[in-house]
């Protein structure tokens, strides 16, 4: 397990440009803060928020990918993980507003307010502490991951089976958040946040510092899982995903392989969530939407399963290419969406990286 | 409302019989005499337009019980106002004699005849003896049920003498019920005893509460009831009556349980057949029975004044809709995909989003309106204690239909059986001579058609928008794969029982919670029984992972 296996073999030479691009924009962005926003160098505060929010979703996608990719498990709820972490940072922010809410009660968020709650519920309590908050963006996603996958791996679901098991965890979810007395403000959710850690979310600084912590994220959650993929477990990993019995019979714990990458992920997709959230502003239960689930697996199906910066990639581009065609078209949007669902998985089951290799096969 | 009086108070007047009738220029002079009469003299006005039997008594009377018999101020004409709200600028006359319109006039050009409680005890008395009298059961049944809720001296010899004359069975009941309830007040322990148990064989409301209040203890402690062996009838009676209502609320929990599980088989059954049988995951399942849906509308809107007949055209034409759709989805990328249940997962959503987005592109992202036939509108009075709406009925029935026929056809047919043959073992199909393909796109097309059977079922019961198959998605995948895939009557009895504990769960919990529930269950559920309820065995099963 050492750093050199990054870009050993020719496959994963993808990833030293991926790293390099990360770290360009981690150095870069900060240099917007240097021109004045007259200069036409500036980058208007709207491209950090999206360069911020393509950096969130592409580590949901490599989160998505670990999982996939590399040990056959389709999560269609990986959006649920993303949205408890986000959900977690949420509450920090809200306890953050204090006395500056519309109603301003100086503990209270507005919603329970409006709601006549006398007192914070229990489960509140901490995530005015920045650390606190921190933990439970990871240790909530943590959580339910391990039961829900200690249980579907131990009672061997899989394939489909566990496919939709994940997107009915996530409908159900959505069901739960959407109720007022959950105390997660109900269908409106969370919104109208004023600082993180001290600093105001409105200023361009605070974007940049965010965009390069996002950045940094990415760049940290991808090392990680090339480390577990190229480790002596991650061809554990491909071996289960490969033939899953075969492992099991040659003594591997199939179950706790399964778990531990599953856990993790959760956990990536968790910190995505909370980076997420700040930056754009709101977090509401429509997150939690299956449909969201399903259009990761599809950013990771374009930019090529089994490859994590395919999948960083692929989730880029898609976003990409929707905020433009919803603004430029936005009619067009699911009617492109949906034909680049059919056509990937037609023609290019191994993504838009896979057309990389195959040309350097060519010559 | 009042034109719903109105029109009963018509029928009834029309219905009355013409002999013995008071002519137009009595009646007219007596009515003129209203204005200016005292109370007692009123009283004495209405008796006699009673007895005259004149054919619009009926409706002049009604009309006087419920306030609307004005007084023109500038000639001292009486006429029927067609209502009397006082948020009208203007009232609309009806001439009493011969209920005719005569013109309007503002409410301050006429003046209300009054009534005081007497007087009105009078003009029910005489109103119900009229509706008592006529030949539709149904009126006289609502008349007898009226006159339960304020039963006096009067109306109880009313009651007595048509009792006698009563035919239908159904309002005879109902007489006996108001001549026990009026029983209860007399002095007579015997006739209260008999009263009691006339009245535990009834289960309405109103009567157990009559009965419940005969074992109340006054303010001095004594019992109202002062005989004890009426008060242990009633006691007895009234336990009766409520364990009959608790079991009849059990069975109404669990036809809303079996109705709403009909809904969940409906949309799950196509989804048996693409899922279940071919291990195809069609993620565009929910977006066919959209398309049923909207057939459905277009249907009606070709068809504007025959909703009825639009629906059940709608059927086959939803079949042949959705079927085609799937065939040709099927033979376009369904195909390219077999052995690749996660690819197909994907390929078929993509065709779900475009879809929706066709149907918002064409019909607008707005829900249109699909109409019901009014013959599906309406309740099924079972007893006094159930009632039924007919749509639940229905569904119901529709669904058991639609599940028999697709059993029929696997079962029975050539075509069934080809494709029970590839579903177990393709190779051996393909080296008796089966044309495989053909089979394939064919099962495609059963499993979509009935997915837009379904949709047309849907149109009945909620929106019909480019988002009603989202909306069904996930409960169909979970009723398969709960039933135990490629088992339909798995699926018949999962759909059913989760319909049922939705029901059960949801005075507890409320919908969503109860709905969230029962996803948590099923997740469950999985664990303990990867393969569902009804596993499938053998070969098929091994193939399947």
Same mark, same amino acid.
């Given at each position: 397990?050492?750093?050199?296996?990054?870009?050993?073999?020719?496959?994963?030479?993808?990833?030293?440009?991926?790293? @390099? =691009? $990360?770290?360009? /924009? !981690?150095?870069? +962005?900060? &240099?917007? %803060?240097? #021109?004045?926003?007259?200069?036409?160098?500036?980058?208007?505060?709207?491209?950090?928020?999206?360069?911020?929010?393509?950096?969130?979703?592409?580590?949901?996608?490599?989160?998505?990918?670990?999982?996939?990719?590399?040990?056959?498990?389709?999560?269609?709820?990986?959006?649920?993980?993303?949205?408890?972490?986000?959900?977690?940072?949420?509450?920090?922010?809200?306890?953050?507003?204090?006395?500056?809410?519309?109603?301003?009660?100086?503990?209270?968020?507005?919603?329970?307010?409006?709601?006549?709650?006398?007192?914070?519920?229990?489960?509140?309590?901490?995530?005015?502490?920045?650390?606190? @908050? =921190? $933990?439970?963006? /990871? !240790?909530?996603? +943590?959580? &339910?991951? %391990?039961? #829900?996958?200690?249980?579907?791996?131990?009672?061997?679901?899989?394939?489909?089976?566990?496919?939709?098991?994940?997107?009915?965890?996530?409908?159900?979810?959505?069901?739960?958040?959407?109720?007022?007395?959950?105390?997660?403000?109900?269908?409106?959710?969370?919104?109208?946040?004023?600082?993180?850690?001290?600093?105001?979310?409105?200023?361009?600084?605070?974007?940049?510092?965010?965009?390069?912590?996002?950045?940094?994220?990415?760049?940290?959650?991808?090392?990680?899982?090339?480390?577990?993929?190229?480790?002596?477990?991650?061809?554990?990993?491909?071996?289960?995903?490969?033939?899953?019995?075969?492992?099991?019979?040659?003594?591997?714990?199939?179950?706790?392989?399964? %778990?531990?990458?599953?856990?993790?992920?959760?956990?990536?997709?968790?910190?995505?969530?909370?980076?997420?959230?700040?930056?754009?502003?709101?977090?509401?239960?429509?997150?939690?939407?299956?449909?969201?689930?399903?259009?990761?697996?599809?950013?990771?199906?374009?930019?090529?399963?089994?490859?994590?910066?395919?999948?960083?990639?692929?989730?880029?581009?898609?976003?990409?290419?929707?905020?433009?065609?919803?603004?430029?078209?936005?009619?067009?949007?699911?009617?492109?969406?949906?034909?680049?669902?059919?056509?990937?998985?037609?023609?290019?089951?191994?993504?838009?990286?896979?057309?990389?290799?195959?040309?350097?096969?060519?010559? | 409302?009042?034109?719903?009086?109105?029109?009963?108070?018509?029928?009834?007047?029309?219905?009355?019989?013409?002999?013995?009738?008071?002519?137009?220029?009595?009646?007219?002079?007596?009515?003129?005499?209203?204005?200016?009469?005292?109370?007692?003299?009123?009283?004495?006005?209405?008796?006699?337009?009673?007895?005259?039997?004149?054919?619009?008594?009926?409706?002049?009377?009604?009309?006087?019980?419920?306030?609307?018999?004005?007084?023109?101020?500038?000639?001292?004409?009486?006429?029927?106002?067609?209502?009397?709200?006082?948020?009208?600028?203007?009232?609309?006359?009806?001439?009493?004699?011969?209920?005719?319109?005569?013109?309007?006039?503002?409410?301050?050009?006429?003046?209300?005849?009054?009534?005081?409680?007497?007087?009105?005890?009078?003009?029910?008395?005489?109103?119900?003896?009229?509706?008592?009298?006529?030949?539709?059961?149904?009126?006289?049944?609502?008349?007898?049920?009226?006159?339960?809720?304020?039963?006096?001296?009067?109306?109880?010899?009313?009651?007595?003498?048509?009792?006698?004359?009563?035919?239908?069975?159904?309002?005879?009941?109902?007489?006996?019920?108001?001549?026990?309830?009026?029983?209860?007040?007399?002095?007579?322990?015997?006739?209260?005893?008999?009263?009691?148990?006339?009245?535990?064989?009834?289960?309405?409301?109103?009567?157990?509460?009559?009965?419940?209040?005969?074992?109340?203890?006054?303010?001095?402690?004594?019992?109202?009831?002062?005989?004890?062996?009426?008060?242990?009838?009633?006691?007895?009676?009234?336990?009766?009556?409520?364990?009959?209502?608790?079991?009849?609320?059990?069975?109404?929990?669990?036809?809303?349980?079996?109705?709403?599980?009909?809904?969940?088989?409906?949309?799950?059954?196509?989804?048996?057949?693409?899922?279940?049988?071919?291990?195809?995951?069609?993620?565009?399942?929910?977006?066919?029975?959209?398309?049923?849906?909207?057939?459905?509308?277009?249907?009606?809107?070709?068809?504007?004044?025959?909703?009825?007949?639009?629906?059940?055209?709608?059927?086959?034409?939803?079949?042949?809709?959705?079927?085609?759709?799937?065939?040709?989805?099927?033979?376009?990328?369904?195909?390219?995909?077999?052995?690749?249940?996660?690819?197909?997962?994907?390929?078929?959503?993509?065709?779900?989003?475009?879809?929706?987005?066709?149907?918002?592109?064409?019909?607008?992202?707005?829900?249109?309106?699909?109409?019901?036939?009014?013959?599906?509108?309406?309740?099924?009075?079972?007893?006094?204690?159930?009632?039924?709406?007919?749509?639940?009925?229905?569904?119901?029935?529709?669904?058991?239909?639609?599940?028999?026929?697709?059993?029929?056809?696997?079962?029975?047919?050539?075509?069934?059986?080809?494709?029970?043959?590839?579903?177990?073992?393709?190779?051996?199909?393909?080296?008796?001579?089966?044309?495989?393909?053909?089979?394939?796109?064919?099962?495609?097309?059963?499993?979509?058609?009935?997915?837009?059977?379904?949709?047309?079922?849907?149109?009945?019961?909620?929106?019909?928008?480019?988002?009603?198959?989202?909306?069904?998605?996930?409960?169909?995948?979970?009723?398969?794969?709960?039933?135990?895939?490629?088992?339909?009557?798995?699926?018949?009895?999962?759909?059913?029982?989760?319909?049922?504990?939705?029901?059960?769960?949801?005075?507890?919990?409320?919908?969503?919670?109860?709905?969230?529930?029962?996803?948590?269950?099923?997740?469950?559920?999985?664990?303990?029984?990867?393969?569902?309820?009804?596993?499938?065995?053998?070969?098929?099963?091994?193939?399947?992972?």
């Amino acid at each position: 397990m050492n750093l050199r296996s990054l870009w050993g073999s020719p496959g994963e030479r993808g990833s030293a440009v991926f790293l @390099a =691009l $990360l770290v360009l /924009v !981690a150095l870069l +962005v900060p &240099l917007n %803060l240097l #021109f004045p926003p007259s200069s036409p160098l500036h980058l208007p505060s709207y491209v950090l928020t999206l360069v911020g929010k393509y950096l969130c979703f592409a580590m949901l996608a490599i989160a998505v990918d670990l999982v996939w990719g590399y040990c056959g498990i389709l999560s269609l709820g990986h959006a649920a993980f993303f949205a408890l972490g986000g959900y977690a940072m949420g509450m920090y922010l809200m306890r953050q507003i204090g006395p500056r809410g519309v109603y301003g009660d100086p503990i209270l968020p507005d919603f329970m307010v409006f709601l006549n709650w006398k007192e914070l519920p229990w489960f509140w309590h901490g995530f005015n502490h920045f650390p606190y @908050a =921190l $933990l439970m963006v /990871v !240790a909530v996603p +943590v959580a &339910l991951a %391990l039961v #829900f996958g200690w249980f579907a791996f131990r009672s061997r679901v899989t394939g489909v089976y566990l496919s939709i098991m994940t997107q009915a965890l996530t409908y159900a979810l959505m069901l739960a958040f959407f109720r007022n007395d959950m105390g997660f403000g109900g269908n409106n959710g969370f919104t109208d946040f004023k600082e993180i850690g001290g600093l105001d979310l409105q200023q361009d600084s605070t974007r940049v510092l965010l965009v390069m912590i996002s950045a940094l994220a990415l760049a940290a959650s991808y090392i990680g899982c090339r480390l577990i993929v190229e480790s002596r477990a991650g061809r554990v990993l491909r071996a289960i995903r490969d033939a899953e019995s075969r492992t099991r019979f040659l003594g591997y714990r199939v179950e706790s392989y399964k %778990l531990w990458l599953f856990v993790f992920s959760a956990a990536i997709a968790g910190v995505a969530g909370a980076l997420y959230v700040p930056q754009i502003g709101i977090i509401n239960p429509s997150e939690f939407a299956p449909i969201n689930s399903i259009e990761v697996v599809i950013w990771v199906a374009v930019g090529g399963r089994g490859t994590l910066h395919g999948a960083a990639a692929g989730a880029i581009l898609v976003n990409y290419a929707k905020t433009f065609l919803t603004g430029a078209l936005p009619e067009a949007w699911l009617y492109a969406l949906g034909a680049l669902f059919v056509l990937v998985t037609l023609y290019l089951p191994r993504g838009l990286s896979g057309l990389w290799p195959a040309t350097v096969k060519a010559r | 409302m009042y034109i719903r009086v109105w029109s009963l108070v018509l029928a009834l007047a029309a219905a009355q019989p013409l002999a013995a009738q008071m002519p137009d220029e009595a009646l007219r002079s007596a009515l003129g005499g209203l204005s200016e009469a005292s109370y007692p003299d009123k009283e004495a006005i209405v008796t006699r337009l009673g007895e005259g039997g004149h054919q619009s008594t009926n409706a002049i009377l009604t009309a006087f019980l419920e306030d609307r018999l004005y007084v023109r101020q500038r000639d001292a004409a009486v006429f029927i106002v067609q209502s009397a709200d006082p948020a009208l600028t203007s009232l609309t006359l009806i001439d009493p004699v011969s209920l005719k319109p005569a013109g309007s006039e503002p409410p301050e050009a006429m003046t209300k005849i009054g009534t005081n409680n007497r007087l009105r005890r009078v003009l029910r008395t005489t109103v119900a003896r009229f509706a008592l009298t006529s030949p539709d059961p149904a009126v006289r049944l609502n008349a007898v049920t009226e006159m339960q809720r304020s039963l006096d001296d009067a109306s109880t010899t009313l009651l007595r003498e048509r009792a006698a004359a009563e035919t239908d069975p159904d309002v005879k009941a109902e007489i006996d019920t108001a001549l026990a309830l009026a029983a209860l007040d007399g002095g007579d322990g015997n006739a209260r005893l008999e009263a009691v148990s006339t009245l535990g064989r009834r289960g309405t409301p109103e009567v157990r509460n009559r009965l419940a209040s005969l074992l109340e203890k006054s303010e001095d402690g004594t019992f109202k009831e002062a005989d004890e062996r009426v008060r242990a009838a009633a006691e007895a009676a009234v336990s009766r009556i409520d364990s009959m209502r608790r079991l009849y609320g059990g069975v109404e929990t669990l036809f809303f349980g079996l109705s709403l599980g009909s809904v969940l088989v409906l949309v799950a059954i196509g989804l048996a057949i693409t899922f279940g049988v071919m291990g195809v995951i069609n993620m565009a399942h929910g977006e066919l029975m959209m398309l049923g849906a909207y057939t459905t509308y277009v249907v009606q809107l070709a068809l504007p004044e025959r909703t009825g007949a639009a629906v059940l055209i709608a059927i086959p034409a939803a079949f042949v809709v959705s079927g085609l759709a799937g065939v040709l989805l099927e033979s376009t990328i369904i195909r390219r995909l077999y052995g690749r249940p996660l690819e197909t997962l994907l390929a078929t959503f993509g065709v779900s989003l475009v879809l929706q987005q066709l149907v918002r592109s064409i019909f607008s992202a707005n829900n249109r309106p699909v109409a019901t036939p009014p013959w599906m509108s309406g309740t099924l009075q079972i007893n006094d204690v159930l009632a039924i709406t007919l749509n639940r009925v229905y569904i119901v029935a529709f669904a058991t239909i639609v599940f028999v026929i697709l059993l029929v056809v696997l079962k029975r047919t050539r075509l069934g059986l080809d494709i029970r043959a590839v579903a177990q073992n393709r190779a051996m199909a393909r080296a008796m001579g089966i044309r495989s393909a053909w089979v394939d796109a064919m099962t495609f097309g059963l499993g979509t058609g009935i997915a837009g059977v379904a949709g047309v079922a849907l149109s009945q019961l909620t929106n019909v928008g480019p988002n009603l198959g989202q909306s069904y998605i996930i409960d169909s995948f979970m009723v398969v794969v709960f039933g135990g895939v490629g088992n339909l009557w798995g699926t018949l009895i999962g759909g059913l029982s989760m319909g049922v504990v939705n029901t059960l769960l949801e005075p507890y919990a409320g919908a969503v919670l109860a709905k969230i529930a029962v996803l948590v269950a099923l997740i469950l559920f999985i664990q303990r029984r990867p393969r569902g309820l009804f596993p499938q065995t053998g070969r098929a099963a091994e193939g399947q992972s």
